[in-house]
DNA sequence: CTTGGTCTCCAAAGCGCTTTGAAGGGATTT
DNA sequence: AAATCCCTTCAAAGCGCTTTGGAGACCAAG
């Protein structure tokens, strides 16, 4: 039998209100009564219990991660990441995560019962599309929500933190038209997802600014799996004349391009250029590729641990209208991209 | 305001015992009112208080994943898709998923803490060391758990479910010795973690049976990370004479493996063969790579879903000691296993 | 008519904590 | 010596649900 407040209390010859607003801090309580009650607490291996607290507080100390299972290709790579980073920031802080699989097709039913059974305090959403449902239906729900990326014209303020895409391809492309390329490839993440929207302006305005047409031939979206990377990286590189460089959205979709490159007999850094964006995965390093990758890199467990930062605020009360972030993105030039060919 | 069961009650014109009751499914509630109890509940949105009623049944309806943040070297791709499948079975049951992220040096109080303070109902326990001191501690506090591997020699019976990495390491080094290949080299997982350790048998097993003496130099522990599978291949590769078959503990390691066989100048599949464990990531497939890639496979999403399901019958009262299951290891031969060269 | 058994339904007592409103007691004022 | 304050501590009322132990109502059986 566990010890509970009451026994604790009892055998302390104190009322359990006492006991409570010794072990909370509460002012009202003398410094010796506060240390004999932690002292005892100690020995007697007191913990209370969270649903208790939970029910008495309407606090629950705990936030909820929305997965959508389908959005984000069931978890994958990058969700992981992500996820350890919140977890480091939030671990210390004695909030739990709680992970929320969610089916595409019950989406907002599923956001709808979260909020409603007093699971969690907030959520942090992912894996946003431009015109996301979910950010209008938890405002109204009440639950707090921070979105990892962002959406287009959401009709209220809302919380967020986001890297900046746009800039980051816009450079890329800039970078390898300086090289002298002209038939850039872009193998961009799902077409549903913001992040991939925002990179295909980048990419766009970039070529648009030097008085190129994108060609649509050159364009795809895709999830990020070594085999879409090779598949479309393989089909374009038939075509004549053949792209003489390709952004690839991410490392995975790179092994993909990389394979492709290799199997048409070509060259990786020299008969074709390749820049990966890179969310910096410990086990997968663009530098110790060969050659090594050319990159715009952004690590998500960092914005991961950002995010379980901004959580805490969040739930301090800071208004959601002064939570923004963009990260800018660096590009981290490698072997795998030079000049054009000939 | 949120609906709340006093208040359904009320307008029901029944009492809250009538209202649980039907909305629970108990058979003291006749048909009439439990359909027209269930409609309301409908029609107002009344979603049960999760706390309240865990307080009220000592039961959570959540189970806690143990993420060691280090040993597990911080999440990586095994455990996101081991969470993922663990989540696939889960969600349907409306049972919450609690990661807790917890630090290597503050193990088993964090376990403690987890146990006492009645946030899940069981937990999931994963990279076991043979020694696991979490097995005892965790019986010894009446939390339920299964374990993700096995350890050695536990003074208690656990539930667990594993693959047969001895056996499937036992038969790769096998097939090698078939293929002609002498020496073998091994690139193992984390020395201080049971399958690891199991591997190594398997694989000195097969050795010992052929009246081959294991090597030290061509044995290697580390994390799955591509860099060191390079590091440890590289140096491999410089032995002479040099190995001519090289078992890789995971496709992260593979691919630096891989790398490291390329730069010596070697093509992987004739010079050098490899088979490598297949974790089955979606986003990294074997059969896609040039060569496509030997393997030992077994879906680690599909060990969290049945692990899922186990969480379910142990909740439900299965008594763990009848909670064992081995799984078997597929061989997968593709182009990056040949005969030995001459 | 009673008695006994079935169906339905209910009042009230928890679950283990927090928090409000108040009270006891000593020190300080008047 | 009475009045006033502050410092500590407490009893009791929730938080929103489940569950125990009945209690009416209605029917068939004695």
Known sequence: MAMRLKELARQLGLSQTTVSRALNGYPEVSETTRRRVSEAAIRLGYRPNANAIRLATGRVGAIGIALPLERSQHFGPHTSEFLSGIGERLAAEEIDILVAPIDADDELPAHRRLAASHRVDAVVLSAPSPDDPRIELLTDLGLPFILHGRTEGAAVPYAWLDIDNEGAFHRATSHLLDLGHRRIAMINGPADQTFALHRDRGYRAA????????????????????????????????????????????????????????????????????????????????????????????????????????????????????????????????????????
Chains 1, 2 share one sequence.
Request: charged residues 20%; aromatic residues 6%.
């Open 207 to 342: 070529l648009t600014e030097r008085g190129l047409t994108p060609d649509p031939r050159l364009i795809a979206f895709g999830r990020f799996t070594d085999e879409i990377g090779f598949r479309f990286a393989q089909s374009m590189l038939e075509q004549s004349p053949r792209p003489t460089a390709i952004l690839a959205g991410s490392m995975m979709t790179a092994l993909g391009v990389f394979r492709a490159i290799r199997a048409a007999g070509l060259e990786l850094g020299r008969d074709v250029s390749m820049i990966a964006h890179d969310d910096v995965f410990p086990y997968l390093n663009a530098d110790n590729m060969v050659p090594s990758m050319s990159t715009t890199r952004s690590s998500i467990r960092a914005a991961g641990y950002r995010i379980g930062e901004l959580m805490l605020q969040l739930l301090a009360g800071k208004p959601v209208d002064t939570i923004h972030e963009l990260w800018p993105v660096e590009l981290v030039l490698r072997q795998s991209s030079g000049p054009a060919p000939e």
